[in-house]
């Protein structure tokens, strides 16, 4: 079962090139999912009621072509598996008839009090909702960055805070972007992005990054040197 949504590029998400910056796609992504998770009955009406929440625990993305301000993108949407606390949803991206990009995935639920994941997929909500189709995009497992590394301090501030009470899965993603950020214009993008350890409001947080020749790689550490968030930016022709 597939779910398509449209919407056009914001003139504020996009950056000094006109293209749409990379975390605001991975907001519409987002979006999207939450959308279709309402349509099949488990989104946030769903499942805030019962103190559970979805959270994002990887995701893979490779971008063909950024959209422009006003351009409109449709994202096509479904769950590629639901099997051991995890949840593959995967994404399309067109510009009219033309692909510009893929997207695959991968979700839990949370207990909002005790903060622990929780395994629902046995209800008979999620009996039906599987479409099954997989898109290729292997995974690329994290490294931890060789020292020494360049590092940025970050704070987790109110405006990163998201409805579940912990920093957004997006933000991380800007924090890294504005610690340092390649030159990927007019070229394939692929990003690799994991989620270990929730940051939460008030967090010094530190932002290891290290350039390679093919992109950059980067690692949000805690005061505890535990990491919340490690994510790859890999760059082709």
């Known amino acids: ?48 009621p019962r103190g559970l929440g979805w959270i994002l625990t990887r995701l893979s993305l490779e971008v063909y072509e950024l959209p422009r301000h006003n351009d409109i993108v449709r994202f096509e949407t479904w769950i590629e598996s639901n099997a051991h606390m995890l949840s593959t949803r995967d994404f399309r991206l067109y510009l009219g008839d033309r692909l510009i990009g893929q997207c695959k995935s991968v979700w839990a639920v949370l207990d909002l009090e005790k903060r622990e994941l929780v395994n629902i997929f046995d209800e008979p909500i999620f009996k039906d909702c599987v479409d099954g189709e997989v898109i290729d995009l292997p995974r690329v497992r994290m490294t931890t960055i060789p ?91």
């Open 147 to 237: 020292e020494p590394t360049c590092i940025v301090p970050h704070k987790i501030v109110y405006s990163d805070i998201d409805y579940n009470g912990h920093c957004n899965s997006c933000r991380y993603l800007q924090a890294m972007l504005d610690a340092y950020l390649p030159d990927y214009y007019g070229k394939k993008v692929r990003l690799d992005i994991s989620y270990s350890k929730e940051a939460m409001l008030g967090e010094l947080m530190q932002i290891h990054y290290l350039v390679s020749e093919d992109g950059v790689q980067y690692q949000m550490k805690n005061e505890a040197g535990e990491t919340s968030s490690s994510a790859k930016l890999s760059i082709g022709d």
């Open 1 to 48: 079962m597939k779910y398509n949504y449209s919407y056009e590029m914001k003139y504020q998400e996009s950056d000094a090139h006109k293209k749409t910056r990379l975390y605001h796609l991975e907001e519409y992504l987002l979006e999207v999912a939450g959308k279709a998770a309402d349509e099949l009955g488990y989104g946030i009406a769903a499942m805030h």
